[in-house]
């Protein structure tokens, strides 16, 4: 791993990790828990977390 | 605790972002940067690390009470706000972008496409006319002059039922079920107009022609005068002669002008529509001309190019290239023109609808930011609609701007202009997506940027 590498992972697992939990307390209390017919789980909310944080960390990186 | 899955999801992100030479510092005393100082990768160096022993590692040093305490703050605070921005966006954002939605689809409706600036009046000849009974019915006058109208004429009373049975000419189903369709075509306009010609209200040469030829049928079979007609047996059956030989005549003049017609393909009709834009041509004719390959386009492009049409037309390649070029052409500058109206409509109705809605709120006195006037309010709303406008270029989705408009003058002091914003191009990527799973996504990318803003991104200069 590069030095960037390990400075960044724990700042990525934890923004994810972050993200995840509260979407899944707002979830499971407001809104619908599955996604394309496929329930969403702790393990999957974390997928779908990355995604979309690779979305707005993209946005911001060009911005 | 560091969940390893999260770990798990976030090494294909490390790898693109260090690719990048994008480094990722959380920015101080905020959630994220509390959390992360619980589980430093201090202590790893860069040669043994792997992912595997850095994701060991991180677990370890995160297992402290610490790490879950600040997490499950972090999480309370976050849950607590986010769902009140959530109840907020649905409950009052939404139908109020709703209801300002509406009126616009309503104001644009009319706008909604581009119609053809032309009609076609096809003038078909009434079946009847076609038939055999009816062709060989008015061959009767084609050995005899034509007379000279009598002028109106009066046989008595007749009841529709009675025009419909006296206008069968012979046991001929299909010719009778067909002069019986024609005659009560239209709220039974033939059988008016002949019972107008029969009780003397109509001369038979104003007649429709398409009426002629059941007028000469019902005019034959009137053999006796009603009852109570002030008239001779003889002047009856010579005022019947004399209207049976009009239009006798005339409809035998209409057969052999179709036939010609169509032997010809002579398409436009002696008789034209005067309403502007509107071609007239000859039913049958324009049928066969289909057939041929001839069509509607290049009928507009001829009109366009300010010439009627001819036979040799059909197989001229460069005609035919000419007329469906003329045809394009107008779409094209058509289409340009409707765009261009339409954009301009389109941001009327925008400006209208917004309008109208400041307006309203004014009135009800529920303005949501404090101090604010119609005035102030309009003036926002205008400066933003200019902004939005200001490049003619640029097409903008109007429901989006009524979106901005309204969550940017009414809920600015709100997130609600974020989530709005991250429900539409969710729905707009993924259009078939229920409006819950629209919200379990946007519930996602929204807390993604959250958190994005507590991360300070840079990149390595090379």
């Known amino acids: 791993m590069t030095p960037t590498e390990l400075n960044n992972l724990p700042v990525l697992a934890n923004a994810i990790q972050l993200v995840s939990e509260v979407a899944l307390n707002v979830i499971g209390n407001d809104?619908?828990?599955?996604?394309?017919?496929?329930?969403?789980?702790?393990?999957?909310?974390?997928?779908?977390?990355?995604?979309?944080?690779?979305?707005?960390l993209a946005e911001k990186t060009n911005a | 605790m560091l969940d390893p899955n999260a770990i798990a999801a976030a090494v294909g992100l490390n790898q693109k972002y260090a690719g990048l030479g994008v480094s990722l510092t959380p920015i101080p005393d905020t959630p994220l940067s509390m959390i992360c100082r619980e589980?430093?990768?201090?202590?790893?160096?860069?040669?043994?690390?792997?992912?595997?022993?850095?994701?060991?590692?991180?677990?370890?040093?995160?297992r402290g009470e610490e790490h879950a305490q600040l997490m499950a703050q972090s999480v309370e605070l976050a849950s607590g706000a986010v769902r009140r921005t959530l109840d907020f966006t649905?409950?009052?954002?939404?139908?109020?972008?709703?209801?300002?939605?509406?009126?616009?689809?309503?104001?644009?409706?009319?706008?909604?496409?581009?119609?053809?600036?032309?009609?076609?009046?096809?003038?078909?000849?009434?079946?009847?006319?076609?038939?055999?009974?009816?062709?060989?019915?008015?061959?009767q006058w084609e050995s005899t002059p034509r007379a000279s109208s009598p002028g109106v004429q009066n046989f008595g009373n007749y009841s529709p039922e009675e025009i419909i049975s006296l206008s069968k000419l012979t046991d001929d189903g299909d010719f009778n079920s067909s002069m019986k369709?024609?005659?009560?075509?239209?709220?039974?306009?033939?059988?008016?107009?002949?019972?107008?010609?029969?009780?003397?209200?109509?001369?038979?040469?104003?007649?429709?022609?398409?009426?002629?030829l059941p007028l000469a049928i019902v005019i034959k079979n009137i053999e006796m005068p009603k009852e109570g007609?002030?008239?001779?047996?003889?002047?009856?059956?010579?005022?019947?002669?004399?209207?049976?030989?009009?239009?006798?005549?005339?409809?035998?003049?209409?057969?052999?002008?179709?036939?010609?017609?169509?032997?010809?393909?002579?398409?436009?009709?002696?008789?034209?529509?005067?309403?502007?834009?509107?071609?007239?041509?000859?039913?049958?004719?324009?049928?066969?001309?289909?057939?041929?390959?001839?069509?509607?386009?290049?009928?507009?492009?001829?009109?366009?190019?300010?010439?009627?049409f001819r036979g040799a037309q059909l197989n001229d390649a460069d005609a035919r290239e000419a007329m469906l070029s003329a045809y394009e052409g107008d779409k094209a500058r058509r289409q340009a023109a409707h765009e261009l109206n339409k954009k301009v409509a389109e941001r009327a109705a925008v400006q209208n609808v917004l309008r109208d809605d400041i307006k309203c709120v004014a009135e009800c006195g529920e303005f949501t930011v404090e101090g604010d006037t119609y005035d102030k309010a309009w003036g926002r709303l205008r400066d933003f609609i200019d902004a939005v406008y200001k490049n003619q270029f640029v097409q903008h989705d109007p429901v989006m701007v009524i979106s901005a408009a309204i969550c940017l003058v009414w809920y600015g002091h709100t997130d609600a202009a974020r989530v709005v914003d991250i429900m539409y191009t969710i729905e707009k990527e993924q259009p078939s997506l229920p409006p819950s799973q629209v919200a379990t996504l946007a519930t996602l990318k929204y807390l993604c940027v959250w958190v994005t803003s507590q991360i300070t991104v840079s990149v390595a200069q090379h």
């Open chain 1, 31 to 56: 809104i619908a828990a599955e996604v394309d017919g496929a329930k969403v789980t702790q393990a999957s909310v974390k997928t779908l977390a990355a995604a979309y944080l690779n979305q707005t």
């Open chain 2, 181 to 212: 369709e024609l005659l009560e075509a239209r709220n039974g306009e033939g059988v008016n107009l002949i019972t107008q010609v029969l009780d003397g209200r109509m001369d038979v040469e104003k007649l429709p022609t398409e009426y002629v």
């Open chain 2, 229 to 308: 007609l002030q008239t001779t047996v003889a002047s009856y059956n010579n005022a019947r002669a004399l209207i049976a030989n009009i239009a006798g005549h005339r409809a035998l003049g209409a057969i052999r002008q179709a036939d010609t017609a169509f032997k010809n393909l002579s398409l436009y009709p002696v008789v034209t529509s005067a309403k502007p834009g509107c071609i007239s041509v000859n039913g049958e004719v324009w049928s066969e001309l289909l057939e041929q390959k001839f069509s509607l386009e290049m009928l507009i492009g001829n009109e366009i190019l300010g010439r009627k």
């Open chain 2, 39 to 62: 589980c430093p990768s201090v202590g790893l160096s860069t040669e043994s690390a792997t992912y595997e022993v850095a994701s060991t590692h991180l677990v370890d040093v995160s």
């Open chain 2, 90 to 139: 649905r409950n009052t954002v939404y139908p109020h972008i709703r209801r300002v939605v509406e009126k616009y689809t309503t104001a644009m409706a009319s706008l909604a496409s581009c119609p053809l600036p032309y009609d076609l009046d096809a003038q078909y000849v009434p079946e009847v006319y076609r038939l055999a009974p009816g062709r060989s019915f008015v061959e």
